[in-house]
């Protein structure tokens, strides 16, 4: 892609899903000088086909939104490189990342790292079909429209698999929740489950067999369980050390905490898309994403004495930051 910028950049996007390509677009078409760094390992590049992003009849495929919105921010001037940031210091105005690819220099940085979904134990190769397959899946929201009436396991059978369990309850009256370990559900759960009508497997899962049709989930006794598709309700962990170096503070969920504008608690640091609290969607990425862009430009035009009354509502932001 394009080349290192050697020049002081307004924007640092660290990331470049749905969240940084959307801020990229908003920010060059703000004549800004702004690269995205990415190292690739996005969830937008995962989806085989997403049915629920507006816009789209008959579904678009995530490698291929993804393509669109690339070739859209290098339109409007958008450097995108594809490298990893290991590190990033500076305070507001003077900000310097460390990347596989060089040092970058920016008045402003924009978090969109997205998050790491925990996945069942399989090898990366199998991993990949079977998402690429539909018979692994990580949201529900996203497609469980597409499973009406099918038989569904649900791994993760603790409160997240419950809940999750319990959402998908009104697609198919067909579910199976398993686990991995030993794991004892708590009266509460136990009661919504029973009630819900959902089978509880006790014994633990050791294995996954994605071949043919649907999935068959192995068991440690040697049994197994077979359904049409698989939900892995194993929670996420955020991206978030890049900010810990700054000292962004985290909110309760271990995402980045930011005012409504996505202001994170340090200056001229802002954070979007999954890597805040929020419905992890490629709709609130991208509009999370369009906020933070508009108010980091809104932020540099008052730094550069452009306006006075931005600044003042910005500072009151981080001053009502949480500890
Ligand atoms: C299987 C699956 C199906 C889904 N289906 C749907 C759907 O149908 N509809 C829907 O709305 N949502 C769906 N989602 C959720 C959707 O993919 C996410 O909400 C969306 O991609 C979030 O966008 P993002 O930009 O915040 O993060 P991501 O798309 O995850 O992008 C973050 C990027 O940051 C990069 N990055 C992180 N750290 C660094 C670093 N230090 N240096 C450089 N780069 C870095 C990552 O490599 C990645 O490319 C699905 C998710 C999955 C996993």
New binding site residues.
């Given amino acids: 892609m394009s080349g290192l910028p050697d020049e002081m950049l307004d924007c640092l996007i660290?990331?470049?899903?749905?969240?940084?390509?959307t801020a990229a677009i908003y920010l060059s078409r703000f004549h800004r000088r702004v690269a995205v760094?990415?190292?690739?390992?996005?969830?937008?590049?995962?989806?085989?086909?997403?049915?629920?992003?507006a816009g789209y009849p008959g579904g678009v495929r995530?490698c291929d939104l993804l393509a669109a919105m690339r070739a859209q921010a290098v339109e409007f001037g958008a450097a995108l490189l594809d490298?990893?940031?290991?590190g990033l210091s500076g305070t507001e105005d003077a900000f310097e990342a460390e990347?596989d690819l060089g040092p970058i220099r920016a008045r402003t940085v924009l978090l969109?790292?997205?998050?790491v979904?925990l996945r069942p134990p399989l090898d990366a190769e199998t991993h990949a079909a079977a998402?690429a397959a539909g018979k692994l899946?990580?949201?529900p929201?996203?497609?469980a429209f597409e499973q009406t009436g099918k038989r569904i396991g649900i791994l993760g059978a603790d409160s997240h698999g419950v809940a999750e369990a319990l959402f998908l309850r009104s697609y198919s009256d067909d579910l199976v929740m398993l686990t991995l370990q030993q794991a004892e559900l708590d009266a509460g759960d136990r009661a919504n489950i029973g009630r819900a009508g959902i089978e509880v497997v006790r014994t633990p899962v050791s294995g996954f067999d994605f071949e043919g049709e649907g999935v068959r989930v192995l068991l440690a006794d040697g049994e197994s369980v077979a359904a049409d598709t698989l939900y892995a309700a194993l929670g996420s962990e955020t991206?978030n050390?890049?900010g810990e170096m700054l000292g962004t503070r985290l909110d309760g969920s271990a995402c980045f905490w930011t005012d409504e504008r996505m202001r994170t608690s340090v200056k001229g640091v802002y954070a979007?898309?999954?890597?805040i609290e929020g419905l992890?969607?490629?709709?609130?990425?991208m509009g999370t994403?369009a906020q933070a862009a508009v108010t980091i430009h809104n932020d540099l035009r008052d730094r550069d004495g452009a306006t006075d009354e931005g600044q003042a509502a910005g500072d009151a932001a981080w001053e009502e930051a949480p500890d």
């Fill in positions: 660290v990331g470049g899903g749905p969240a940084g390509l760094v990415d190292k690739g390992e996005g969830r937008l590049a995962m989806i085989p086909r997403t049915m629920n992003h995530g490298g990893e940031v290991a990347t969109a790292t997205g998050v979904n998402v899946r990580y949201c929201i996203c497609d991206r050390q890049l979007a898309g999954d890597a992890d969607q490629i709709s609130m990425a994403a």
